[in-house]
């Protein structure tokens, strides 16, 4: 018997990463830039906390070497204010590759902005709306336009939210489906730093939307400016239910979504997919 325990406990601990698993993986790619960089600290800590909640494993990069490994692993790719711009053209042609397999993307506030513009169309109609400018950090209120998206299920109708609101351009593509939207008459858009002009949106001004293209998902959120954001469990909660969407393609309440979901993973993405 005393022979036998070694052995059970050896064939246990064999047995746990099996059960360590998580349902799915995910690649956070938090590459600092000149106006973001003090969020990634807090925003670490809370993806991992954020792994262990909801039971998904997840890789975190602090530069672009990991767009030149085996995306192919991801159900998710997170660019955690990372541009498109931050790629080298191979990495930018492995990133095209995985989305038409079937792999999900979260664009989270400053990858949604690319410089210069037109330099790579097919990132800019992933994201699907051109950034042009925004106003200084500002206090105002979010309305949720689609409480059937799962991005959406931790928020009040109405949130008092403070960040960059960015401005865009008309939609790139069909089929854009707006989450979030901010009421300009909350804040002043023409508060802006001399020598610079923004005027708002209007009555329209999205701050969230997903949509399919390509062949895979995309959930974009132009909210998380600032470090204190990744401390907020609303905005934890808004990010993870874009990124659930994004890497499974479940979540949406058919019933009362405002548009059709996004196409299932492929069968050669669902190793992924634990």
């Given at each position: ?75 998710a ?9 931050a ?28 410089n ?30 689609d409480?059937?998206f ?9 949130w ?20 979030l ?27 969230a ?26 905005y ?39």
């Amino acid at each position: 018997m005393k022979r036998l325990l070694p052995c059970l406990l050896l064939l246990l601990l064999a047995c746990l990463p099996a059960f360590a698993q998580g349902q799915f993986k995910v690649l956070v790619v938090a590459i600092p830039n000149q106006y973001h960089h003090d969020y990634t600290v807090v925003a670490k800590p809370q993806f991992e906390q954020m792994s262990r909640r909801h039971g998904f494993d997840m890789d975190w990069a602090w530069n672009n070497s990991a767009f030149d490994g085996d995306l192919s692993r991801y159900a998710a790719i997170v660019l955690l204010n990372t541009p498109g711009d931050a790629l080298q053209k191979p990495q930018r042609e492995k990133l095209q590759a995985y989305v038409r397999a079937g792999g999900g993307i979260v664009a989270v506030h400053r990858a949604l902005i690319f410089n210069p513009a037109g330099d790579w169309p097919w990132f800019e109609k992933l994201i699907g709306r051109a950034f042009r400018i925004h106003p200084m950090v500002q206090t105002a209120t979010v309305r949720v336009r689609d409480p059937a998206f799962p991005a959406t299920f931790g928020l009040p109708a109405r949130w008092t939210w403070s960040d960059e609101w960015y401005e865009f351009g008309e939609p790139l593509l069909p089929g854009l489906s707006t989450v979030l939207s901010v009421d300009e008459a909350s804040y002043d858009p023409t508060r802006i730093w001399p020598g610079q002009v923004a005027r708002g949106m209007g009555a329209e001004h999205p701050v969230a939307w997903y949509h399919a293209y390509d062949g895979g998902r995309v959930f974009v959120t132009a909210l998380g400016h600032t470090p204190a954001a990744y401390d907020d469990r609303l905005y934890l909660d808004h990010l993870y239910g874009g990124l659930w969407w994004a890497a499974t393609g479940k979540g949406i309440d058919a019933e009362n979504a405002n548009s059709t979901p996004a196409p299932a993973p492929s069968p050669h993405r669902r190793a992924a997919l634990r």
